[in-house]
């Protein structure tokens, strides 16, 4: 069936480095794919997102592009701060277009 | 964003018991709400969507009448957990949305059943 692929983590880093974290998508047809983050104690928010192929969401400095060609949406930051230590998620919009099918999530822990 | 509180964020509950959790969407009239189920390092795993004033769609393997979904008004939607058992022990997200645009989350509940 359809469903969302995420690196595992924890993924740990150092203030400045670069981030990525891979996502891969199963579907039929083209949905929209979202990033969601998910900060301690907090409920989630959307990150970015994007609807079309090779539309790139971009916010806070975190980008990631729709590629269809490898039915991929990695998210990539050049350089994380502390405050982006978060559990990030990667979502499909399902068939109907409305609920959301979510990767397991990666824990991001960016130390100073 | 909009902002979308859930109630009660963690409780505990004997087994056989009948735990409610609210969803409430404080400044947006919610046409849909959805209802997410989270196991230790797992996804969110989409339980059920409900339409304001319908009956709610369940996901295939989710026992509708052991989680019953109300969505009664355009601002609040409950689920119940029905005679529940340690099994049912887990993370709760409802997420609210109008008109099928952004969807935004609550901030979980976690039911422990002893």
């Known amino acids: 069936g359809d469903s969302v692929t995420q690196m595992e983590g924890p993924v740990t880093l150092s203030e400045e480095a670069f981030l990525t974290i891979n996502c891969t998508y199963t579907?039929?047809?083209?949905?929209?794919l979202f990033w969601y983050v998910q900060y301690p104690g907090e409920g989630l928010q959307l990150l970015l997102k994007?609807?079309?192929?090779?539309d790139k969401g971009s916010n806070k400095g975190f980008e990631a592009t729709y590629r269809k060609e490898t039915t991929s949406f990695h998210l990539e930051k050049g350089s994380v701060q502390v405050s982006d230590s978060a559990v990030y998620f990667c979502a499909r919009g399902n068939q109907a277009g409305t609920a959301l099918i979510f990767g397991k999530g990666t824990t991001l822990s960016v130390s100073s | 964003g909009a902002v979308v509180s859930q109630h009660p964020s963690w409780v505990i509950c004997k087994s056989g018991t009948s735990v409610k959790i609210e969803c409430r969407s404080l400044d947006f009239q919610a046409t849909t709400m959805f209802w997410y189920r989270q196991f230790p390092k797992q996804s969110l795993m989409l339980m059920a969507t409900s339409n304001e004033g319908s009956k709610a769609t369940y996901e295939q393997g989710v026992e509708k009448d052991k989680f019953l979904i109300n969505h009664a008004s355009l601002t609040l939607s409950t689920l119940t957990v029905t005679s529940a058992h340690p099994e049912d022990s887990s993370f709760y997200i409802c997420?609210?949305?109008?008109?099928?645009?952004?969807?935004?989350f609550g901030q979980g509940t976690r039911l422990t059943v002893v």
């Open positions: 994007a609807t079309k192929a090779d």
């Open positions: 579907a039929t047809g083209y949905p929209s």
């Open positions: 997420s609210a949305s109008h008109e099928n645009t952004e969807a935004f």
